[in-house]
């Protein structure tokens, strides 16, 4: 069933984009963090991914971009098992972190997730203390034994964050009385709290005004020393200015990824062009 | 790949706006070296004084092209094609403004000439080098006017003959100034106009690799002809191969 609909909504699709164009693959395995190959998404019957071969770098900050409804969202939380909250939602095709299948039977979403960290749009702390945020996952998972050990992990987990300066004197006051960027920077802590592997941001920033999006951007770069990112974002200027590749997503089809800095300089796609260039498609 | 237009249309009017005045500028800066090319053959003085007194405008166009490229590089950030043209307008329009300059030395030596009776061989030699800068510079402004990169290649494939015609033209002068030693001062302001006829043809070329830069996207000044053949025109090798040997 599901390979019928893919076939029939593949002959209706616009014909324009046959292959992903540029350097969807990583040439060196061991450089690999997570791959998918001939992912699909549907909703129900309706097809929202076609097919997405694309590899996620070590260390790398990977951009998805492109218009509203082009299913970069809907790619992102496939790779933790976000949709699966969804219940019409269904995934095919194969999704590797470290070369292990994520939807295999074996595989526990929450401890995925716990590897695959996600931060959203809007920032979106629980209604807990600023400590309490942070310590969440840690004590969920286990992963500390004691309140000295667990005091560690919070002030190493804010400082990774950048927020450890501006609240280490007020962490027992809630979370939601921070600021836009501090809130969305408390998330990050409590993200890298578990020790991720892989940070999932959808449009991290597109609440914040340009200062906290200069200090989340900031603070991503340093992240990508120890982490992978990769972020969903309409601004292209963001795209730009973090990421290493940049992966163009065009009704639900990967159309191009290459690095940034070619991709906005001289993209190989015109369906590409048209997008960072702000013309009719 | 050509492209349509803007979703903001006033994007697209400021983009064609510079694009005109570039254009214009070229315009200008192609009359020029036509007069001072006239002025030189003809040894007409006047046209001379005339072409060394005519580079304001250009300067002029030049300054404010610069200005609209920045105004627009910080209000929209272009990007991809947008950006390329913006860059290569920038690069052109200083090479235009270079090759003003040179035409108003032109003109002065002209001037400085005046009716001075010259050896036959001199003339001619001059004139080939001046003819051949000249429609070097109309091919790379009509290159870049309809962002033709197979054109702008031809050019920067003529533009060798330029040294060639330069180093015959020197010969010439050498010989001519070991004739008689009242030639030199003379032979020196020709061999200054044909030194500028060079640039001229130098500075068409590098027009020529913008061209191929905004069409290409891929930055080809400093690489032979026959790397950018194998680059970005590798189905040409075949049939140009004569062309080269």
Redesign the interface.
Same mark, same amino acid.
């Given at each position: 069933m599901s390979t019928e609909i893919a076939d029939k909504n593949r002959d209706e699709f616009d014909i324009e984009i046959l292959n992903t164009v540029g350097k969807p693959f990583i040439d060196k395995p061991e450089d690999i963090k997570m791959a998918t190959r001939d992912c699909d998404v549907f909703y129900g019957d309706k097809q929202a991914i076609f097919g997405v071969d694309l590899d996620i770098g070590k260390n790398e900050i990977i951009a998805m971009i492109g218009p509203s409804g082009c299913g970069k969202s809907t790619y992102l939380r496939a790779l933790n098992r976000m949709n699966d909250t969804i219940e019409i939602c269904r995934v095919s095709g194969s999704l590797t972190l470290d070369g292990q299948d994520i939807y295999s039977k074996k595989q526990d979403p929450v401890l995925l997730r716990a590897r695959v960290g996600m931060v959203f749009q809007k920032p979106n702390p629980f209604p807990k203390s600023i400590y309490d945020n942070v310590a969440y996952g840690a004590r969920l998972h286990g992963l500390v034994s004691n309140k000295a050990d667990l005091d560690d992990l919070v002030e190493a987990s804010l400082t990774k964050a950048g927020l450890f300066k501006e609240v280490k004197d007020n962490l027992q006051k809630p979370g939601t009385g921070l600021s836009g960027g501090q809130q969305q920077r408390l998330c990050i802590a409590r993200t890298i709290a578990v020790d991720p592997e892989v940070i999932l941001m959808d449009e991290p920033t597109s609440a914040l005004d340009p200062i906290a999006t200069a200090i989340i951007e900031e603070l991503m770069d340093e992240l990508r020393h120890n982490y992978t990112i990769a972020i969903v974002t309409h601004s292209m200027q963001q795209a730009a200015r973090i990421s290493q590749r940049t992966a163009y997503f065009h009704l639900g089809k990967l159309v191009e990824v290459n690095a940034t800095n070619d991709v906005f300089t001289n993209p190989e796609h015109q369906l590409t062009e048209n997008y960072i260039t702000g013309r009719f498609g | 790949?050509e492209? #349509? +237009?803007?979703? =903001?249309q006033s994007?697209d009017q400021e983009l064609e706006e510079i694009r005109s005045k570039a254009l214009e500028m070229g315009g200008l800066v192609e009359k020029q070296v036509s007069n001072a090319l006239q002025a030189v053959l003809e040894r007409d003085v006047e046209l001379g004084e005339h072409v060394a007194s005519s580079d304001a405008d250009i300067n002029e166009l030049e300054v404010e092209i610069d200005e609209e490229c920045a105004s627009i590089i910080a209000r929209r950030?272009? &990007? &991809?094609? +947008? =950006?390329?043209l913006l860059l290569s307008i920038i690069k052109i329009t200083t090479d235009l403004e270079r090759i003003g300059d040179e035409a108003e030395q032109i003109g002065l030596y002209a001037s400085q000439l005046g009716n001075h009776v010259s050896n036959q061989g001199m003339s001619a030699q001059l004139r080939h080098l001046g003819e051949l800068a000249h429609s070097l510079l109309k091919l790379a402004l009509d290159a870049f006017a309809r962002m033709d990169d197979e054109q702008a290649m031809d050019v920067a494939k003529k533009s060798r003959r330029v040294s060639r015609e330069f180093d015959d033209l020197s010969r010439i002068l050498i010989t001519h100034m070991m004739d008689d030693t009242r030639n030199i001062k003379n032979a020196l302001r020709v061999i200054w106009c044909a030194r500028a006829f060079e640039r001229i043809g130098n500075h068409s070329t590098n027009i020529c690799e913008f061209v191929i830069y905004r069409v290409k #996207?891929?930055d080809i000044r400093h690489t032979s002809l026959k790397k950018i053949r194998k680059k970005l025109y590798p189905e040409t090798l075949k049939d140009k191969k004569s062309d080269d040997e």
């Open positions: - | 790949m492209n #349509g +237009d803007h979703i =903001l994007y950030q272009p &990007a &991809a094609g +947008d =950006l390329r #996207g891929k």
